[in-house]
């Protein structure tokens, strides 16, 4: 289990790199979560709703209500062309904090 | 007891629902959210009840979650969305995106602001719209006026010869002079003689034949000279010889349709040939130059009547054009030429001045032009109207922008309250205001591009095209101007912290005194009555011009170009016997003939005197000529009030060119001139010719009406003819037919053609009915934008007193009295507005009549009728605002002030 401030932080990047594979909707982006996770990431299911409002009202993402196949109707979410970029500029962080732990860590041989 | 999940997830639901945080749609989602978890949970093995404990559990506390929901709506509160989107992506290293995330958004804003307000954002970009777009016409015209013929090549540098002496001003000059100046004065590089030639050429070319009436006669490097774009046809070739011929597209295409016309024939007058050489774009609107045909100058006396004399002995009926190597001092040419004309000429008091050929269109120097000109002041006025209309709109534009931000004080105050510096505030409203100016200038340059495309054919209004960078700059320089105007000051004021408080202290809506908008009303009305009245007056001037009576029988007279050589046709000898045949027709009454039709005698001529005429006074003489047949007052019904008409029975009447003798009849006019009482007998002369004076004719208007009655002299000479002249019987209808045949005998190859000189008339007066629909319909642009702002100030002012209304409603007064109140306010503005424009108006109108020999009188109810239309125009706007103020429920006007 990840501690609450590295949860609440990676949200944002999950989510992003979820939807960039497609559009989805939130029941099916916590199970994708839980799925790759391996359960490491839990999150409440009920706090996932208002990450995807920000995320929405940022500009991030974008929502539209679909009528699926068996008729029940669904808030779909799908990434934004600035959602694309910020979504890079989180890699780069992300990768960024990982490569200097990974050498404070000796996972790759210091120089 | 069973597990009924539908009735639980609905009270999970409704539950859920009275937690504060949650919106439209959020507790939808959840729902579909735990229905989607208990469809998979079952679908694993679980039980309904297993499985809805287990959705609703991984959900979380519904505390909790309507905690989170409500951090998610108020999150974008404390940092406003577009500044922290901005923020994050000028950290992604992508200025670009930034950029544009913020224009949207800015533009969005700005949007928002108009969809919020949609009345009176609409109102606020129209009005600026028609503001823009009709100063921009008006200057663009203004500015076309002023710069004709600035497209040519060194146009800077050609100038027209004027010859001076004394008080006269001409433009007719020497034969030899071009040629002189340019071989004798070093500064002038290039020289050139014109004739503009306004009689008639009878041209034919293939099957089309048609009278011809505006030709120039010109050296043969005219397109070298003059840098008109030609079609076909190279410049240094046009005119290669005698027998050669440019002609204008426009003519090209009407004698020889769509095929190449160069290296054609055509034929002018009796059976003279041409060969096409050139043909040239036709002469913009903004040339001083007009003529369907070009020739060379030297071929001017096989066509027309007019002699070059190419001696120095006297001025010839042409213009003279130099072009200047490099611009200098005007008076040392000056000297220059005077000395050259003294070398040549016998004449030492005679002075050459050089005009610049923009100077042509906008400087009534001359009699007589080869395109109508405008007058400077004119020009002044229209600039004038231009700026004001640019300024009401921009007043108007701010007034109401103050206007509708003002309603939506809250937002500024929270935004202060979060510590949005002023600088802030002030950048957020100027664009703003730029967005909604942006949008007007769009709206604009529609409004520009309708009356450029549609209303200019429809109205014949004046076109532009002369668009050049010098005019490009100034709009865009205005519109920047306009933008800082209507931007900075709204915006100044609304980041203030005065306004704010002024919205804190919640003593008004409004940040104007309310007497600020009286004074705007009154302001507006006044231009507003002012403009109106002076419309109606120009519309009165022309048609009293049309309408005035000018003393002969303008109704029954029609005119027939006498398009042939002397002595061809009805020309000369034959005309007698065609006058002869023509009064067999029933329709006819009189047959006579004349040098020009008898409502435009446009001719001048100097070197005039008579018996005891004093040698001071004949420079001064300036006469209006005219050579007429037998009949002519007859058939004009003109009456001889001394002396006798010109008859056949006396041989001496006719010029005589053998002994330079002939008779002379004067009008009233001319005999004032002379100042004697008895001039019947006494000896007049005129170009060499002597003769005595037989008779003096009643005065009527043989010219234009704006100038005054001149003195005039008539000759008899068939050399001197142009027009038949004929006075039906009105009785009679006229058959062309019938004329067609007696026309035919005479002159089978030439085109008949035939005028009434009431059209004649009324096309006297085309210029100022041009110029009175082009000011009306930029007046009409200013009364819109007026109205406009009428309607503006009429709203906020409503805004203002919505509180007023609502307490006299609550204290018992009824939406009728209300209405009257509130319009008998507007009426008294009106009022006063009428009693503030009579005065000046008045004076402004006897100023602009004075430029007219003979005026109408500025009736009084020229102001009676713009007042009322203000009246009503001011009533019709503000009434159904202030129904819609009176009417409403006082409660609502009361409590959410």
């Known amino acids: 289990m990840a501690s609450k401030g590295l949860m609440a932080a990676s949200t944002k990047p999950l989510i992003l790199s979820i939807l960039k594979e497609g559009k989805s909707y939130g029941y099916l982006i916590i199970q994708k979560?839980?799925?790759?996770?391996?359960?490491?990431?839990?999150?409440?299911?009920?706090?996932?709703?208002?990450?995807?409002?920000?995320?929405?009202?940022?500009?991030?993402?974008?929502?539209?209500?679909?009528?699926?196949?068996?008729?029940?109707?669904?808030?779909?979410?799908?990434?934004?062309?600035?959602?694309?970029?910020?979504?890079?500029?989180?890699?780069?962080?992300?990768?960024?904090?990982?490569?200097?732990?990974?050498?404070?860590?000796?996972?790759?041989?210091?120089? | 007891?069973?597990?009924?999940?539908?009735?639980?997830?609905?009270?999970?639901?409704?539950?859920?629902?009275?937690?504060?945080?949650?919106?439209?749609?959020?507790i939808e989602e959840i729902e579909i959210h735990i229905r989607d978890s208990i469809e998979s949970s079952t679908y694993n093995g679980l039980s309904e009840q297993e499985a809805f404990v287990k959705a609703t559990s991984s959900l979380g506390q519904p505390d909790a979650m309507s905690n989170e929901f409500m951090k998610s709506r108020t999150a974008d509160m404390k940092m406003?969305?577009?500044?922290?989107?901005?923020?994050?992506?000028?950290?992604?290293?992508?200025?670009?995106?930034?950029?544009?995330?913020?224009?949207?958004?800015?533009?969005?804003?700005?949007?928002?602001?108009?969809?919020?307000?949609?009345?009176?954002?609409?109102?606020n970009i129209l009005g600026m719209a028609i503001g823009l777009a009709a100063s921009g016409i008006i200057l663009s015209f203004v500015h076309q006026e002023y710069h004709f013929d600035s497209r040519l090549r060194a146009s800077d540098k050609i100038f027209r010869i004027i010859q001076k002496e004394g008080e006269t001003e001409n433009v007719y000059t020497y034969g030899p002079l071009a040629e002189a100046l340019r071989e004798e004065l070093?500064?002038?590089?290039?020289?050139?003689?014109?004739?503009?030639?306004?009689?008639?050429?009878?041209?034919?070319?293939?099957?089309?034949?048609?009278?011809?009436?505006?030709?120039?006669?010109?050296?043969?490097?005219?397109?070298?000279?003059?840098?008109?774009?030609?079609?076909?046809?190279?410049?240094?070739?046009?005119?290669?010889?005698?027998?050669?011929?440019?002609?204008?597209?426009?003519?090209?295409?009407?004698?020889?349709?769509?095929?190449?016309?160069?290296?054609?024939?055509?034929?002018?007058?009796?059976?003279?040939?041409?060969?096409?050489?050139?043909?040239?774009?036709?002469?913009?609107?903004?040339?001083?130059?007009?003529?369907?045909?070009?020739?060379?100058?030297?071929?001017?006396?096989?066509?027309?009547?007019?002699?070059?004399?190419?001696?120095?002995?006297?001025?010839?009926?042409?213009?003279?054009?130099?072009?200047?190597?490099?611009?200098?001092?005007?008076?040392?040419?000056?000297?220059?030429?005077?000395?050259?004309?003294?070398?040549?000429?016998?004449?030492?008091?005679?002075?050459?001045?050089?005009?610049?050929?923009?100077?042509?269109?906008?400087?009534?120097?001359?009699?007589?032009?080869?395109?109508?000109?405008?007058?400077?002041?004119i020009l002044r006025i229209l600039s004038l109207v231009a700026l004001l209309i640019l300024g009401i709109s921009i007043i108007n534009f701010l007034f109401l922008?103050?206007?509708?931000?003002?309603?939506?004080?809250?937002?500024?105050?929270?935004?202060?309250?979060?510590?949005?510096?002023?600088?802030?505030?002030?950048?957020?409203?100027?664009?703003?205001?730029?967005?909604?100016?942006?949008?007007?200038?769009?709206?604009?340059?529609?409004?520009?591009?309708?009356?450029?495309?549609?209303?200019?054919?429809?109205?014949?209004?004046?076109?532009?095209v002369q668009v050049d960078a010098s005019l490009i700059i100034s709009l865009l320089l205005i519109l920047v101007v306009a933008d800082l105007l209507a931007g900075i000051y709204p915006s100044l004021l609304l980041s203030?912290?005065?306004?704010?408080?002024?919205?804190?202290?919640?003593?008004?809506?409004?940040?104007?005194?309310?007497?600020?908008?009286?004074?705007?009303?009154?302001?507006?009305f006044t231009l507003f009555i002012s403009l109106m009245a002076f419309n109606l007056l120009l519309h009165k001037q022309t048609q009293f011009l049309i309408n005035k009576d000018t003393g002969y029988a303008r109704e029954e007279l029609i005119t027939i170009p006498m398009n042939m050589p002397l002595g061809y046709g009805v020309h000369g000898e034959h005309f007698g016997a065609f006058a002869q045949e023509m009064k067999k027709l029933p329709a006819i009454e009189e047959v006579t003939a004349s040098f020009s039709s008898p409502s435009s005698t446009v001719t001048y001529t100097d070197g005039i005197s008579w018996e005891g005429l004093q040698d001071e006074r004949k420079m001064k003489q300036v006469w209006s000529w005219e050579s007429i047949s037998f009949d002519y007052f007859k058939a004009l019904g003109i009456k001889v009030i001394k002396g006798r008409a010109f008859n056949p029975g006396f041989k001496r009447d006719a010029v005589n060119w053998e002994t330079r003798e002939c008779a002379y009849i004067i009008n009233e006019t001319g005999l004032r001139e002379m100042g004697i009482e008895n001039p019947l007998g006494k000896a007049f002369?005129?170009?060499?010719?002597?003769?005595?004076?037989?008779?003096?004719?009643?005065?009527?208007?043989?010219?234009?009406?704006q100038s005054e009655i001149r003195p005039v002299f008539f000759i008899l000479d068939p050399i001197f003819w142009n027009e038949i002249v004929v006075r039906i019987n009105p009785g009679q209808d006229i058959k062309i037919e019938e004329i067609q045949k007696v026309w035919k005998q005479f002159c089978d190859d030439?085109?008949?053609?035939?005028?009434?000189?009431?059209?004649?008339?009324?096309?006297?007066?085309?210029?100022?009915?041009?110029?009175?629909?082009?000011?009306?319909?930029?007046?009409?642009?200013?009364?819109?934008?007026?109205?406009?702002?009428?309607?503006?100030?009429?709203?906020?002012?409503?805004?203002?007193?919505?509180?007023?209304?609502?307490?006299?409603?609550?204290?018992?007064?009824?939406?009728?009295?209300?209405?009257?109140?509130?319009?008998?306010q507007y009426a008294r503005y009106v009022l006063i507005s009428f009693l503030l424009a009579f005065l000046p108006t008045w004076f402004f109108m006897e100023r602009w009549l004075a430029n007219y020999a003979f005026r109408t009188r500025i009736s009084w109810w020229i102001f009676l009728a713009a007042g009322l239309v203000t009246l009503l125009i001011a009533l019709a706007t503000t009434s159904w605002k202030s129904w819609q103020a009176a009417s409403k429920n006082p409660v609502e006007s009361i409590r959410s002030d």
């Open chain 2, 685 to 705: 002369s005129v170009w060499g010719f002597q003769g005595p004076i037989i008779g003096v004719v009643e005065d009527y208007h043989f010219q234009s009406m």
């Open chain 2, 1 to 26: 007891m069973t597990f009924n999940l539908e009735a639980e997830i609905q009270h999970w639901i409704r539950n859920l629902r009275r937690k504060p945080g949650f919106e439209d749609g959020d």
């Open chain 2, 496 to 524: 203030s912290d005065k306004f704010l408080r002024f919205f804190h202290s919640r003593r008004d809506a409004y940040p104007f005194r309310y007497r600020t908008l009286s004074v705007l009303s009154i302001l507006q």
């Open chain 1, 33 to 111: 979560v839980k799925d790759l996770s391996g359960g490491i990431l839990e999150w409440s299911d009920g706090m996932l709703y208002p990450v995807l409002h920000r995320l929405e009202k940022e500009g991030f993402i974008e929502s539209e209500w679909i009528i699926s196949d068996n008729g029940r109707k669904r808030k779909y979410y799908s990434i934004t062309e600035p959602g694309k970029l910020e979504l890079i500029a989180e890699k780069e962080e992300w990768l960024n904090i990982q490569a200097v732990l990974a050498k404070l860590w000796d996972i790759i041989p210091g120089e």
């Open chain 2, 186 to 377: 070093p500064e002038i590089e290039a020289s050139i003689r014109l004739a503009f030639y306004y009689g008639f050429l009878a041209c034919r070319a293939d099957e089309n034949s048609y009278n011809e009436r505006s030709a120039i006669f010109a050296d043969y490097h005219f397109f070298t000279f003059f840098s008109f774009p030609l079609v076909h046809g190279s410049p240094e070739n046009c005119l290669p010889d005698r027998n050669s011929i440019a002609i204008s597209e426009k003519t090209a295409h009407k004698y020889f349709g769509i095929s190449n016309p160069l290296g054609k024939q055509m034929s002018i007058g009796h059976g003279k040939v041409f060969t096409v050489t050139a043909v040239y774009k036709s002469f913009p609107v903004n040339s001083n130059f007009r003529g369907d045909f070009i020739l060379p100058l030297e071929c001017i006396s096989d066509l027309t009547q007019v002699w070059i004399e190419p001696s120095w002995k006297y001025e010839s009926d042409i213009n003279t054009f130099v072009l200047l190597s490099e611009l200098q001092g005007e008076t040392e040419l000056t000297e220059k030429a005077r000395l050259l004309l003294a070398r040549h000429t016998d004449n030492k008091r005679m002075e050459l001045h050089f005009q610049p050929l923009s100077d042509i269109h906008t400087n009534k120097l001359c009699m007589w032009e080869s395109n109508p000109q405008i007058s400077i002041r």
């Open chain 2, 80 to 123: 406003p969305k577009e500044d922290f989107l901005a923020h994050n992506y000028s950290s992604s290293n992508n200025p670009i995106t930034a950029q544009l995330i913020r224009f949207t958004n800015n533009l969005k804003k700005a949007l928002r602001t108009i969809r919020q307000n949609k009345g009176l954002s609409f109102i």
């Open chain 2, 401 to 464: 922008y103050i206007g509708i931000v003002s309603q939506r004080t809250t937002g500024i105050c929270i935004k202060k309250i979060f510590g949005a510096s002023r600088r802030r505030l002030f950048l957020e409203y100027f664009k703003e205001v730029s967005a909604l100016l942006f949008c007007s200038i769009l709206v604009g340059t529609g409004i520009a591009l309708f009356y450029l495309k549609m209303l200019v054919p429809a109205f014949s209004l004046p076109d532009l």
């Open chain 2, 750 to 824: 030439y085109p008949l053609e035939i005028n009434y000189v009431e059209d004649q008339i009324r096309g006297l007066y085309a210029s100022e009915q041009g110029l009175t629909r082009t000011l009306s319909l930029f007046s009409l642009l200013a009364i819109m934008v007026i109205g406009i702002g009428l309607i503006t100030l009429s709203l906020l002012s409503f805004n203002h007193r919505r509180k007023e209304i609502g307490i006299r409603k609550v204290n018992g007064a009824t939406t009728a009295e209300i209405l009257r109140m509130l319009n008998m």
